[in-house]
């Protein structure tokens, strides 16, 4: 993301300074547009939340960990200006739509309970939630219709990744379980004379039948000596299993190959879009940056960071806020 707009890496907040900014409420403004204190809270508490075992950062960290957060909320606000000028605005209709997607996966009542038992502000999580909907749709409806990818810029990809399109021998194979040697024993048997696995549930009650495929290199040592010399359409015999027993019916041997230009042009594809789209997104942002008016709290600058500050010249918010020039250490 413009490698992180570089200079607001530079402003670090200062630990356990945060009494003013509370005061005020607004850690940022972006071309006039406030950022909230809380949204840089919400947004740690989370990552937090995320973090596994018990964490306690240094100041250095901390620092760092909330340089990172305001960064990406100064982007995130800086696309959905950008939106709104292009009259593309997330819409409530779509924020509803999103929330009622993520809660559909909680029972009735859950996800409210949820945010309760994680002390996760509702507001703050929607704001959160409109911030995501904003970039993915600046991706979609603003940069994605200006990218197009030629056959020739295909071919060169494809020539010179060739080793992405390398797949290794594979094997596809029908594994049998069950919870006694005699039903699994059966069960094959039915398989081999009929090559139907779908009945064989319903025809041997507690009989599982499954179709994977696996990479040469990646099977277990008691796969690989059960299917070692088997050619396709034939089975191993039973093998004792942590859950039961099992057989392996080998189906298909695929040997190693390069997938051709026709196979690979969909990954070549999305390889390309995905270059292209970050590339597209950078300029953008780079521009941006050049005009747009940024200005964060003095007290959540560090001594290193009000160094690349100049004051906000008769303004009002003058002594809590400063101008900071983003394009400063842009390189």
Known sequence: MLRKVL??????????????ADDMGIIARVNGDPIYLSQLEF?????????????????????????????DLIVQELV???????????TEHE???????????????????MLVEEYIDLKAW???????????????????????????????????????????ESLRI???????????????????EEHDSGNLATAFGEVEAREVVVREGRLSAAWKNAISGLEPGQSSGVLTDRFGFEALVLLERSPAKVLAPAQAYPLVEKA????????AFETWLAESVIIAKISVSSHLLTEA????????ADDADSKTMKDVNLNATDS
Request: neutral net charge; hydrophobic residues 40%; glycine residues 6%.
């Open 80 to 90: 959905l200006q950008e939106l709104a000028k292009r009259e593309l605005p997330v």
């Open 95 to 113: 924020l509803l739509k999103a929330e009622e997607v993520v809660r559909a996966d909680y029972p009735e009542g859950a996800f409210d309970q």
């Open 7 to 20: 200079i607001l890496v530079a402003i670090l907040l200062v630990f356990g300074c945060s009494n003013e």
């Open 272 to 279: 390309l879009l995905e270059i292209k789209l970050r590339d």
């Open 305 to 312: 960071a009000e160094n690349v500050a100049s004051p906000i």
């Open 43 to 71: 947004q740690h508490d989370q990552f937090q939340a995320d973090t596994a075992g018990t964490y306690v950062p240094s100041v250095e960290k901390l620092r760092g960990e909330y340089g990172d957060i305001l960064t």
């Open 174 to 192: 029908l594994v049998v379980r069950g919870p006694s040697r005699e039903l699994v024993g059966r069960a094959v048997e039915k398989y081999m």
């Open 126 to 168: 929607r704001k959160q939630l409109k911030n995501h909907l904003g970039m993915k749709k600046f991706f979609q409806q603003v940069l994605r219709p200006k990218i197009k990818i030629d056959y020739k810029e295909a071919q060169q990809y494809y020539r010179e990744h060739i080793s992405d399109f390398y797949l290794p």
